[in-house]
Nanobody
Framework: QLQLVESGGGLVQPGGSLRLSCVAS????????VGWFRQAPGKEREGISC???????YYVESVKDRFTISRDNEKNTVYLQMNSLKPEDTGVYYC???????????????????YGKGTLVTVSS
C-alpha cells in the first residue's frame, strides 16, 4: 500500500525557516516523482515545488529562491527547505507522489495520484 507521511510543519515568525519531510512507503522503485502542494486558506491546492525521478526540480514563482526541494532515495524521503517565510506561505502542505517519468513542471501542474494527509504551516508574528 502506497503511503506518504508529512512532518515538520508548525508556527513560525515571518522571515523564519522550516524544513518539511515526506516519507514514502510502498513504492517498489525510485521511479516516482514527488511534489509539495500547498492549500492556503480559502484557495485551491496548488503545486509549489516538484522533483522528477531524475532530480530535476520546479518551483512556482512565489517560492523561487526561498524554497529548496530535495530527495534522498535511500531513505525514501523528500524534503522541502523553506526560508524567508512570509505570511502568504501559510497553508496546509501536502506531499504528492506518482510513478511517472513526467518532468517536475507537469507533475506540479497536473497533480499526483497519491497524497499524504498534510502538515500545517502557519507564518505569523
Amino acid at each position: 500500500q502506497l503511503q506518504l507521511v508529512e512532518s515538520g510543519g508548525g508556527l513560525v515568525q515571518p522571515g523564519g525557516s522550516l524544513r518539511l519531510s515526506c516519507v514514502a512507503s510502498g513504492f517498489t522503485s525510485d521511479s516516482y516523482a514527488v511534489g509539495w502542494f500547498r492549500q492556503a486558506p480559502g484557495k485551491e491546492r496548488e503545486g509549489i515545488s516538484c522533483i522528477s525521478t531524475d532530480g530535476d526540480t520546479y518551483y512556482v514563482e512565489s517560492v523561487k529562491d526561498r524554497f529548496t526541494i530535495s530527495r534522498d532515495n535511500e531513505k525514501n524521503t523528500v524534503y522541502l527547505q523553506m526560508n524567508s517565510l512570509k505570511p502568504e506561505d501559510t497553508g496546509v502542505y501536502y506531499c504528492g507522489a506518482e510513478v511517472t517519468n513526467w518532468g517536475p513542471l507537469r507533475v506540479c501542474y497536473y497533480g499526483t495520484d497519491y497524497y499524504g494527509k498534510g502538515t500545517l504551516v502557519t507564518v505569523s508574528s
